[in-house]
T-cell receptor
Protein backbone atom coordinates (compact mmCIF):
# COMPACT_ATOMS: atom_id res chain seq x y z
CA UNK A 1 0.00 0.00 0.00
CA UNK A 2 0.90 3.63 -0.13
CA UNK A 3 1.51 5.39 3.14
CA UNK A 4 3.98 8.00 4.29
CA UNK A 5 4.06 8.97 7.95
CA UNK A 6 5.70 11.83 9.81
CA UNK A 7 5.59 13.15 13.33
CA UNK A 8 3.41 16.24 13.58
CA UNK A 9 5.56 18.70 15.51
CA UNK A 10 9.18 19.50 16.28
CA UNK A 11 10.51 22.39 18.31
CA UNK A 12 14.19 23.32 18.46
CA UNK A 13 16.29 26.25 19.61
CA UNK A 14 18.00 28.49 17.10
CA UNK A 15 21.48 27.20 16.31
CA UNK A 16 20.65 23.60 17.22
CA UNK A 17 20.24 20.81 14.69
CA UNK A 18 16.78 19.63 13.67
CA UNK A 19 16.00 16.09 12.62
CA UNK A 20 12.72 15.40 10.87
CA UNK A 21 11.78 11.77 10.35
CA UNK A 22 9.60 9.99 7.82
CA UNK A 23 8.60 6.38 7.25
CA UNK A 24 7.13 4.98 4.07
CA UNK A 25 5.68 1.66 3.03
CA UNK A 26 6.34 1.28 -0.69
CA UNK A 27 9.60 -0.60 -1.16
CA UNK A 28 9.55 0.20 -4.88
CA UNK A 29 9.92 3.94 -4.25
CA UNK A 30 12.41 5.43 -6.66
CA UNK A 31 13.04 8.92 -5.37
CA UNK A 32 12.30 10.41 -1.97
CA UNK A 33 11.89 14.14 -1.53
CA UNK A 34 11.79 16.78 1.12
CA UNK A 35 9.63 19.84 0.57
CA UNK A 36 9.18 22.96 2.69
CA UNK A 37 5.92 24.87 2.96
CA UNK A 38 5.71 28.27 4.57
CA UNK A 39 2.36 29.74 5.69
CA UNK A 40 0.08 30.53 2.78
CA UNK A 41 2.58 29.31 0.21
CA UNK A 42 3.08 26.39 -2.12
CA UNK A 43 5.72 23.70 -1.72
CA UNK A 44 9.40 24.44 -2.17
CA UNK A 45 11.68 21.56 -3.09
CA UNK A 46 14.57 21.31 -0.62
CA UNK A 47 16.37 18.16 -1.65
CA UNK A 48 15.86 14.61 -2.86
CA UNK A 49 17.62 11.28 -2.73
CA UNK A 50 17.62 8.35 -5.08
CA UNK A 51 16.62 5.09 -3.49
CA UNK A 52 20.02 3.45 -4.05
CA UNK A 53 21.78 6.11 -1.97
CA UNK A 54 22.23 6.12 1.79
CA UNK A 55 23.04 9.75 2.33
CA UNK A 56 23.04 13.06 0.56
CA UNK A 57 24.39 16.35 1.87
CA UNK A 58 23.49 19.77 0.52
CA UNK A 59 24.86 22.69 2.54
CA UNK A 60 22.98 22.66 5.86
CA UNK A 61 20.78 19.77 4.82
CA UNK A 62 21.62 16.08 5.24
CA UNK A 63 19.28 13.35 4.06
CA UNK A 64 19.66 9.83 5.41
CA UNK A 65 17.86 6.88 3.87
CA UNK A 66 17.52 3.47 5.50
CA UNK A 67 15.89 1.46 2.78
CA UNK A 68 15.69 -1.71 4.87
CA UNK A 69 13.59 0.06 7.51
CA UNK A 70 11.93 2.38 4.96
CA UNK A 71 13.02 5.35 7.02
CA UNK A 72 14.02 8.76 5.72
CA UNK A 73 15.33 11.68 7.73
CA UNK A 74 16.20 15.29 7.11
CA UNK A 75 18.79 16.96 9.31
CA UNK A 76 19.02 20.74 9.28
CA UNK A 77 22.25 22.01 10.80
CA UNK A 78 22.41 25.36 12.61
CA UNK A 79 18.64 25.79 12.45
CA UNK A 80 17.48 29.38 11.96
CA UNK A 81 14.15 31.08 12.66
CA UNK A 82 13.62 31.25 8.90
CA UNK A 83 13.54 27.45 8.86
CA UNK A 84 10.23 27.50 10.74
CA UNK A 85 7.76 25.87 8.35
CA UNK A 86 6.02 22.60 7.57
CA UNK A 87 8.25 19.94 6.07
CA UNK A 88 6.84 17.19 3.87
CA UNK A 89 8.52 14.05 2.74
CA UNK A 90 7.28 12.44 -0.44
CA UNK A 91 7.97 9.31 -2.40
CA UNK A 92 7.46 8.63 -6.06
CA UNK A 93 5.23 5.69 -6.73
CA UNK A 94 4.68 3.99 -10.04
CA UNK A 95 1.66 1.67 -10.06
CA UNK A 96 1.39 1.59 -13.83
CA UNK A 97 4.49 3.02 -15.41
CA UNK A 98 3.79 6.68 -14.81
CA UNK A 99 4.78 8.24 -11.55
CA UNK A 100 2.89 10.11 -8.88
CA UNK A 101 3.98 11.57 -5.60
CA UNK A 102 2.75 10.32 -2.23
CA UNK A 103 3.15 12.91 0.50
CA UNK A 104 3.36 12.58 4.22
CA UNK A 105 1.17 14.59 6.55
CA UNK A 106 3.94 17.09 7.27
CA UNK A 107 6.04 18.01 10.29
CA UNK A 108 5.64 21.51 11.67
CA UNK A 109 9.05 22.80 12.72
CA UNK A 110 9.14 25.67 15.18
CA UNK A 111 12.48 27.35 15.81
CA UNK A 112 12.76 29.22 19.08
CA UNK A 113 14.99 32.28 19.20
CA UNK B 1 12.20 32.25 -16.20
CA UNK B 2 8.67 32.10 -14.80
CA UNK B 3 7.92 29.34 -12.39
CA UNK B 4 4.59 27.57 -12.05
CA UNK B 5 1.72 30.02 -11.88
CA UNK B 6 -1.86 29.42 -10.78
CA UNK B 7 -5.04 31.44 -10.93
CA UNK B 8 -7.01 32.60 -9.15
CA UNK B 9 -5.22 32.80 -5.80
CA UNK B 10 -8.42 32.63 -3.79
CA UNK B 11 -11.97 31.61 -4.62
CA UNK B 12 -15.25 31.36 -2.71
CA UNK B 13 -18.08 29.19 -4.02
CA UNK B 14 -21.28 27.70 -2.65
CA UNK B 15 -22.29 24.08 -2.53
CA UNK B 16 -23.43 22.65 -5.84
CA UNK B 17 -21.53 25.16 -7.94
CA UNK B 18 -18.77 24.37 -10.37
CA UNK B 19 -15.23 25.77 -10.35
CA UNK B 20 -12.32 25.94 -12.78
CA UNK B 21 -8.75 26.43 -11.63
CA UNK B 22 -5.88 27.20 -13.97
CA UNK B 23 -2.19 26.39 -14.05
CA UNK B 24 0.70 27.40 -16.28
CA UNK B 25 3.72 25.12 -15.97
CA UNK B 26 7.31 26.17 -15.57
CA UNK B 27 8.95 27.02 -18.87
CA UNK B 28 10.11 23.87 -20.64
CA UNK B 29 7.88 21.52 -18.64
CA UNK B 30 5.28 19.37 -20.36
CA UNK B 31 3.62 17.51 -17.49
CA UNK B 32 1.15 18.93 -15.00
CA UNK B 33 -0.08 17.26 -11.83
CA UNK B 34 -2.82 18.49 -9.53
CA UNK B 35 -3.02 18.02 -5.78
CA UNK B 36 -5.57 18.80 -3.11
CA UNK B 37 -4.25 19.89 0.27
CA UNK B 38 -6.84 20.03 3.03
CA UNK B 39 -6.06 22.08 6.10
CA UNK B 40 -3.43 20.38 8.23
CA UNK B 41 -2.84 17.60 5.71
CA UNK B 42 -0.28 16.73 3.10
CA UNK B 43 -1.09 17.14 -0.59
CA UNK B 44 -3.22 14.36 -2.09
CA UNK B 45 -2.65 13.46 -5.74
CA UNK B 46 -5.67 14.14 -7.96
CA UNK B 47 -4.39 13.44 -11.48
CA UNK B 48 -1.58 14.04 -13.93
CA UNK B 49 -1.70 15.30 -17.51
CA UNK B 50 0.85 14.66 -20.23
CA UNK B 51 0.43 15.13 -23.97
CA UNK B 52 -3.07 16.48 -23.33
CA UNK B 53 -4.21 13.22 -21.76
CA UNK B 54 -4.89 12.14 -18.20
CA UNK B 55 -2.10 9.65 -17.47
CA UNK B 56 -2.76 8.76 -13.88
CA UNK B 57 -5.46 9.43 -11.33
CA UNK B 58 -5.69 9.35 -7.56
CA UNK B 59 -8.70 8.41 -5.46
CA UNK B 60 -10.93 11.29 -6.43
CA UNK B 61 -14.48 11.08 -7.80
CA UNK B 62 -15.46 11.90 -11.37
CA UNK B 63 -16.61 15.33 -10.19
CA UNK B 64 -12.94 16.20 -10.53
CA UNK B 65 -11.88 16.52 -14.14
CA UNK B 66 -9.13 18.25 -16.01
CA UNK B 67 -7.71 19.30 -19.27
CA UNK B 68 -4.32 20.07 -20.72
CA UNK B 69 -3.87 22.44 -23.64
CA UNK B 70 -1.31 22.29 -26.47
CA UNK B 71 0.79 24.93 -24.69
CA UNK B 72 0.95 22.52 -21.68
CA UNK B 73 -1.18 24.70 -19.42
CA UNK B 74 -3.90 22.92 -17.54
CA UNK B 75 -7.28 23.34 -15.91
CA UNK B 76 -8.86 21.55 -12.99
CA UNK B 77 -12.65 21.46 -12.93
CA UNK B 78 -14.73 20.46 -9.96
CA UNK B 79 -18.48 19.99 -10.36
CA UNK B 80 -21.23 19.84 -7.72
CA UNK B 81 -18.99 21.34 -5.05
CA UNK B 82 -19.18 19.95 -1.53
CA UNK B 83 -18.11 21.61 1.69
CA UNK B 84 -15.32 19.02 1.89
CA UNK B 85 -13.82 20.32 -1.34
CA UNK B 86 -12.56 23.37 0.54
CA UNK B 87 -8.78 23.13 0.31
CA UNK B 88 -5.62 24.49 -1.23
CA UNK B 89 -5.28 23.18 -4.78
CA UNK B 90 -1.71 22.84 -5.92
CA UNK B 91 -0.42 22.45 -9.42
CA UNK B 92 3.00 20.96 -10.07
CA UNK B 93 4.90 20.72 -13.32
CA UNK B 94 7.73 18.53 -14.49
CA UNK B 95 9.44 17.42 -17.66
CA UNK B 96 8.07 13.98 -18.47
CA UNK B 97 6.30 11.48 -16.28
CA UNK B 98 9.13 9.12 -15.53
CA UNK B 99 9.38 9.84 -11.84
CA UNK B 100 12.99 10.93 -11.95
CA UNK B 101 11.96 14.41 -12.96
CA UNK B 102 11.47 16.79 -10.09
CA UNK B 103 8.11 18.43 -9.70
CA UNK B 104 7.93 22.17 -9.11
CA UNK B 105 4.88 23.51 -7.33
CA UNK B 106 2.87 26.66 -7.83
CA UNK B 107 1.59 28.78 -4.94
CA UNK B 108 -1.83 27.19 -5.06
CA UNK B 109 -5.45 28.28 -5.29
CA UNK B 110 -7.31 28.40 -2.01
CA UNK B 111 -10.92 27.32 -2.52
CA UNK B 112 -13.57 27.87 0.12
CA UNK B 113 -16.96 26.21 -0.35
CA UNK B 114 -19.79 27.64 1.74
Amino acid sequence: GEDVEQSLFLSVREGDSSVINCTYTDSSSTYLYWYKQEPGAGLQLLTYIFSNMDMKQDQRLTVLLNKKDKHLSLRIADTQTGDSAIYFCAETHSPSGTYKYIFGTGTRLKVLA
Amino acid sequence: DAGVTQSPTHLIKTRGQQVTLRCSPKSGHDTVSWYQQALGQGPQFIFQYYEEEERQRGNFPDRFSGHQFPNYSSELNVNALLLGDSALYLCASSLGTGGTETQYFGPGTRLLVL
